[in-house]
Structure formats: C-alpha cells, structure tokens
C-alpha cells in the first residue's frame, strides 16, 4: 500500500489549525493508520494510532480522523513547538508496513 | 518503563555486512503480542519499515530489502539483532527499533510503534 501525504509542507502562524492529509493506494483495513512526528535530531514520537486514538500522554490539540483510504491529522492551537516532520503510517493490510513521504509543518 | 537503545558501526563500507543490536527492557520477547521493528529513516528523507520479529518468533521483511536482511531475537539477553548485507550509500540512514503497541484489553496489541530507541546513524562510503 503506498501513502501519500499533503501538503508536501505547511507553513503556518501561531495558533493556527494544521490540516495534514494522508491517502492511502488501497481501503487500509479497521483504519490502522497512525501518525508520528519527528522532530530534527530526536526519536519519532506516536500521536494517534487506529486512525484517531491518541496515544498516551499525546495532548488533545492533535487529532486524527477518516477511514478507507483517506485520513487526516489536524493539530489545533499551534506553537513552535509543533515544527516537525508528519508521517502517516498504515499497518492494517499483512506487512509490509509502509510510512508516508511526510509534511513538514514549519511555524512562521 | 520501556527504553530501547541500538548500538552498531557509524561507519561501513560498500559491500559489507551491517550489523545493529537493539537492547531493550521494560518488556519481554516471551510475552504474546511484543515485536520489535527496525525502521529507518535517510537524510531529509521518509521513514522505512525494514523489519519485525514478535514473541512467537515470526519474522516479517520489507520485500524490497527481503534477501538482505536477518532480524533475530535473543529473549534471555534482551536484545534484537538486524543484519543488513551488501550495504550500499544509499543505505546511509538513522536506523530505529521501536516496541510494538499494546493499546489496551479491548484494542490489544497493534503493528503501530509506541516507544523508539534514540537511533543510530550510520553512514555507507568508501
């Protein structure tokens, strides 16, 4: 299955809403999409999995959403801190696993 | 707590054998439903699953790297082992392990990834 995510980057102000889109090549079984970020320098850190169950000690401003083939990661209220790379991942189908390309989001 | 840490060579040449061990704690490799990944990431480029081994043993490959790589577990010593051969420049890369998810009793245990390991850069070049 091959994820593409859009936009390729986002730049956006401080408390601004962040719409990030990942569609999948094929319907991904139950929805098992997660998303990551990855910051420059440090581990990927799990936001959501299941499609919009945010793992633990994620705060509630990141939300995820969709089902099939399309899904979306909105994060509200950004701060510098959000600067990263997104990656969508789908685990539903038999492996192999495979990650979006990524949206960088860059805060101005 | 979970922590996971991969070790292994900065630095190989063309042709060689890549060899990376990821030793973790906080968990069991005997436990039904744990697996350890091995993904990677290229500079200023996407991540890529390589590899997943779980409790009972089973092994699951990327297909496009399926004859290069081994991934091996060793339960009394916690640790999970990949091996990368025929390494090449454009297997230049941080490379990660990182736990399987358990999500709970009613979701259970899932091929998303909870905790990752710092990861470790190794470069390919002669």
């Known amino acids: 299955i091959v994820l593409t995510q859009s936009p390729g980057t986002l730049s956006l102000s401080p408390g601004e809403r962040a719409t990030l889109s990942c569609r999948a090549s094929?319907?991904?079984?139950?929805?098992?999409v997660a998303w990551y970020q990855h910051k420059s320098g440090q581990t990927p850190r799990l936001l959501i999995y299941?499609?919009?169950s945010r793992a633990t000690g994620i705060p509630d401003r990141f939300s995820g959403s969709g089902s099939g083939t399309d899904f979306t990661l909105t994060i509200s209220g950004l701060g510098p801190e959000d600067s990263a790379v997104y990656f969508c991942?789908?685990?539903?189908?038999?492996?192999?696993?495979?990650f979006g390309q990524g949206t960088k989001v860059e805060i101005k | 707590q979970i922590t996971l840490k991969e070790s292994g060579p900065t630095l190989v040449k063309p042709t060689q054998t890549l060899t990376l061990t990821c030793t973790f704690s906080?968990?069991?490799?005997?436990?039904?439903?744990?697996?350890v990944a091995w993904i990677r990431r290229p500079p200023g480029k996407a991540l890529e699953w390589l590899a997943l081994?779980?409790?009972?043993?089973?092994?699951r490959y990327s297909p496009f790297l399926r004859t290069r790589l081994t991934i091996t577990k060793d339960t009394s010593k916690n640790v999970v082992v990949l091996r990368m051969t025929r390494m090449d420049p454009v297997d230049t890369a941080t490379y990660y392990c990182?736990?399987?998810?358990?999500?709970?009793?009613?979701?259970?245990?899932?091929?998303?990834?909870?905790?990752w390991g710092q990861g470790t850069m190794v470069t390919v070049s002669s």
């Open positions: 991942q789908q685990y539903g189908n038999s492996p192999p696993w495979t």
């Open positions: 990182a736990h399987r998810l358990y999500s709970g009793f009613w979701s259970g245990w899932s091929d998303a990834f909870d905790i």
């Open positions: 299941d499609a919009s």
């Open positions: 094929e319907s991904i079984n139950s929805n098992y």
């Open positions: 906080g968990f069991s490799l005997n436990t039904r439903g744990e697996g």
């Open positions: 081994i779980y409790w009972d043993g089973d092994e």
